[in-house]
């Protein structure tokens, strides 16, 4: 009847009012344009309020990612990937304890040479020792070489041990075994009186292996100290040992008392341990010896040259 259906209007129109009660509605409207004025402007309503909402992102965000766009974006009309090996590489770079800025496979390379080139020093010695165990006498040759070199590499042993360098400790290592291997050789096959080659190394290695429990209260310097100043002034002195023999290679005009490949050997060591010292650990115990080693190799290199 037309009562029921002015009551169900009026129930529509409280619920649409109860839903939208910013809406005005004419109490002669119909219910179907009611309706579809209600959905009408309640779209209205919604674009508006759309319009006032802005979804504002934080400040760091937008600027970390303008920040990314114009790192991987560099002006230009392509994108070169060669900048992006530059960057790449830079940031892979890190400073050494010297102050260079080197990427970790530099160092490797360079913490490695050292050793490859005392291993070369190591095999250029062998032929006195192949020429001892031939002839099962040791002639004329002095045991010296071979003595000092297990008792320099006992002390540069526990100084790149209180360092806590791998390079310095691995090398010397080697080197206090293969000098005590073939001061042993040499020991078997001679006749001369050893004692007065051994009790000076022991001595020197008692009282520099034990620096550490002494150094500090005696002397007020660590160990490191110690033992780094006595390596380098013993290093200094064996590698310019060859050049005693320049006076008599320019008065002979012959090279027939320097062994090249020693020569070869230990100048390409000092080149690699000077390196090494000097861009890499920043050790003057290291680099200072070894340069003027090097020098002192190219000094035997230029004498092959000339004579």
Known sequence: SKTTLTIMQALRRVSIKARFPSLTLSPTSTINKSFSTTQSQSQSQCNNDNKDINI??????????????TELKPSGSKFNKSHVMLAATAAAASLTPAGYAISPIGVTVLS???????????????SPIRQIIKDKATGDLSPFPFVSLYTNCAIWSLYGALQSDQTILI???????????YTGLFAKYTDQNMSKF??????????????????????????????????????VILMASPLAVVGTVIKQKS???????VSLAMTLNGA????????????????LPNVLGFGAGLIQLALFAIY
């Open 198 to 235: 051994f009790i000076p190394s022991g001595a020197l290695l008692g009282v520099f292996l034990s620096s550490p429990l002494w150094s500090q209260q005696l002397i007020g310097v660590d160990a490191a100290t110690v033992l780094g100043t006595f390596g380098m002034s013993t290093a």
């Open 171 to 181: 090398a010397n290592i080697a080197g206090t075994v293969v000098g005590a291997a």
């Open 112 to 126: 490695n040479l050292p050793l490859a080139a005392f291993a070369f020093v190591q095999i250029s010695g062998l």
């Open 272 to 287: 690699c341990w000077g390196t090494y010292g000097f861009v890499v650990t920043d050790d003057m115990y290291v680099w």
């Open 56 to 69: 504002i992102e934080p400040p760091s965000i937008i600027k970390h990612e303008d920040e990314t766009n």
């Open 255 to 261: 090279t027939a008392s320097l062994p090249f490949p």
